[in-house]
C-alpha cells in the first residue's frame, strides 16, 4: 500500500515521550488560521510511498528511537488511516510504541481500525467553542469531542494540545472552557498549551498563500505559562 508522505523528521523531542521519528503525511480536511505547515494541505502524487520502504526507513532509526517511538502527524493522520495501520503494524512488530498527532476527524471504519494499534493519541484541541472551531478552522468541536469519547471507552492514552493565539483563545474565559471540556476523562495524560509563532510566514509567502495572522504577535511565554498553570490546577493535575 502507498500514502502520502510530505517529509521525515529522523529524531525529535517534542511530538510524543523520547526521542522519536516523526512522520509528516499529507492532506489535511482543515485549515487552521495559525497552521504552521501549509505545505502538508494537499496530497501530491510526487509524495506516495510504500508502506514496507518508509516503516524499513523508519526502523534504520531504531537504536536511536527503541526508547521512544515513531509519531505520525501531518496534514491529518486519519485521512490515511490504512495506510498508516499498515507502518504501524510493522512497527510494532518490532517493539517501537507509535503515536498519532490528530484532530480526531475524519471518523470511518479504517480510522476504527487504526485506533486498535496506536499506543498514544497527541489529540489537539482547537478552540472551546463551536463557533470558533468552525470560524478558525473549518472544523468541528462536537466531532474532537466525540473522538475523544472513543478513546477514552476504548482505554488509549491521550495527551492534550491546544495552540494559545493572542486576541483569538488567550483568556482566562477560554481556558477555563477547555478545563471543563476535558475534565473527569481518565485517558487524559497530559495537556500542553502551545503558544502561537509566526515562524511559518515564509511558508505562506512562498506558496503564495494569505497568512491570515501575519500581523499577529507571538503568544508570550510568561503568559502561556500562567495560562498552564491555572489550567492544571482546574483539572488537579
Not at 505520525?72 to 486519519?78: A, K, M, Q, R, T
Not at 482547537?126 to 474532537?144: F, I
Request: aromatic share 8%; glycine share 6%; net charge negative.
Amino acid at each position: 500500500m502507498k500514502g502520502y508522505v510530505h517529509s521525515l523528521q529522523s529524531l525529535g523531542t517534542v511530538d510524543g515521550p523520547g526521542v522519536r521519528s516523526v512522520v509528516f503525511l499529507s492532506g489535511c480536511p482543515l485549515r487552521c488560521v495559525y497552521c504552521h505547515n501549509p505545505d502538508t494541505w494537499e496530497k501530491k502524487e510526487s509524495q506516495l510511498t510504500d508502506a514496507d520502504e518508509l516503516a524499513e526507513r523508519l526502523l534504520s532509526f531504531y537504536s536511536f528511537i527503541k526508547k521512544g517511538g515513531v509519531t505520525f502527524s501531518g496534514g491529518e493522520p486519519l485521512l490515511q488511516a490504512e495506510f498508516v495501520t499498515e507502518v504501524t503494524g510493522i512497527l510494532k512488530k518490532a517493539g517501537l510504541h507509535v503515536a498519532i498527532d490528530t484532530c480526531g476527524s475524519p471518523v470511518t471504519p479504517a480510522t476504527e481500525r487504526l485506533l486498535e494499534v496506536v499506543d498514544l493519541f497527541l489529540l489537539d484541541i482547537k478552540m472551546t467553542t463551536e463557533e470558533d472551531y468552525k470560524r478558525y478552522t473549518g472544523g468541528s468541536l462536537q466531532a474532537t469531542m466525540a473522538f475523544l469519547k472513543r478513546l477514552e471507552e476504548m482505554q488509549k492514552d491521550v495527551w492534550i494540545r491546544h495552540v494559545v493565539v493572542p486576541g483569538i483563545n488567550d483568556t482566562d474565559e477560554d481556558i477555563e472552557r477547555l478545563a471543563t471540556l476535558i475534565s473527569g476523562y481518565k485517558c487524559i495524560k497530559k495537556v500542553e498549551l502551545l503558544p502561537f509563532r509566526n515562524l511559518c510566514l515564509e511558508k505562506y509567502r512562498a506558496l503564495e498563500i494569505p497568512f491570515q495572522l501575519e500581523n499577529t504577535p507571538p503568544m508570550k511565554a510568561d503568559e502561556t505559562e500562567r495560562l498552564e498553570r491555572m489550567l492544571r490546577e482546574a483539572l488537579k493535575l
